[in-house]
């Protein structure tokens, strides 16, 4: 029997965008902006295997089916979406799977000369593609990684633009929570990594707290975690709305089949104008699931 990977996780992760999707055309079509869907962990949509690094770092808790998908990803759903965007931009890393997207792009003859498909690294790319005028230009931008690949650096470009409607998924149970050990001590590349994510080491300070242990001989200064899921989720919540013009206060938690916590789906909308609306149908998306 075919798998999917993650369970019901990952089907309300990809109906929430496709959702988003659906409405964001309807309002783009009638404004003067040329607007495009970006996916940036693109995938082919069809079997996804993680490579071991990935699965035993960041998924021990995972079931063994729990790592292989068979289903519709991200490219195909959006392709799908009526009225179409002006220009898909789909990034893959492993080339491999660059050549199965080409294919299946090839399959959606009304839209696949709209598509460009990139095998570069996301962060770099993103980081280019932000630096152009989008002033004339609309997106919205999905980062669905297996981990911990989104660069706080990169995020930063995204909000910049004031342009992009950025749907996040944030390896809140499969990344964050398990590196941060009970005693702080944390190797220091990992420590790098939350560094990367969170665009600062002040996370440290968020999620640990100095207690005196006084015994016999005196006292000692020791380190305590003092964070738990909903704590995470409101620092990483907290970071995004200092450079997003609004933020959905309120993201997916996803779980997995023995409820325990793997991704946080996140919202972010960076222009001015027109985020109170992005974000209002967000909340109601996210609300539903
Ligand atoms: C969770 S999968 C994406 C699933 C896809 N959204 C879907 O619905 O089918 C993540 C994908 O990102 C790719 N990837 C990993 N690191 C990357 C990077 N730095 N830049 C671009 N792609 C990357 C992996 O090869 C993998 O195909």
Same mark, same amino acid.
């Given at each position: ?85 002006? $220009?898909y931009? =789909?990034? *893959?890393?492993? #080339?491999?799977?660059? +050549? ?5 792009v090839? !399959?959606y003859m009304d839209v696949k000369d709209r598509v ?84 600062? $080491?002040?996370? =440290?300070? *968020?999620?640990? #707290?100095?207690?005196? +242990? ?6 000692? !200064? ?68």
């Open positions: 029997m075919k798998q999917k990977f993650g369970g019901d996780w990952t089907e309300k992760k990809l109906a929430c965008v496709r959702k988003y999707l659906e409405a964001y055309v309807k309002i783009m079509v009638k404004q003067k902006f040329r607007f495009a869907y970006i996916d940036a962990f693109a995938g082919t949509g069809y079997r996804e295997i993680l490579d071991e690094e990935t699965k035993q770092m960041m998924f021990p808790e995972l079931d063994e089916h729990e790592t292989e998908s068979f289903l519709k990803g991200s490219i195909q759903r959006a392709l799908e979406v009526k009225p179409h965007f002006d $220009k931009i =789909f990034i *893959e890393k492993d #080339k491999n799977k660059c +050549d199965e997207l080409k294919n299946i090839n !399959e460009d498909v990139k095998n570069v690294d996301a962060n770099e790319y993103l980081s280019d593609l932000c630096r152009y005028d989008w002033s004339k230009h609309r997106a919205v931008l999905f980062l669905d990684p297996f981990g911990m690949q989104v660069k706080w650096s990169t995020i930063e470009c995204i909000a910049r633009t004031q342009a992009i409607d950025m749907w996040l998924l944030f390896p809140l149970g499969i990344g964050v929570s398990r590196l941060l050990k009970n005693d702080g001590q944390i190797k220091s590349a990992m420590k790098n990594k939350l560094d990367d994510l969170f665009g600062t $080491k002040e996370w =440290f300070n *968020e999620f640990y #707290k100095i207690t005196i +242990d006084d015994h016999l001989f005196g006292s000692e !200064e020791k380190l305590e975690k003092d964070v738990d899921f909903d704590k995470i989720t409101e620092y990483f919540i907290r970071r995004l709305k200092t450079i997003f013009s609004k933020v959905a206060e309120k993201p997916a938690k996803l779980v997995n089949s023995k409820n325990n916590p793997l991704f946080l789906l996140c919202f972010a909308a960076g222009n001015p104008k027109g985020s109170k609306t992005a974000v209002k149908i967000a909340d109601y998306i996210l609300s539903g699931i």
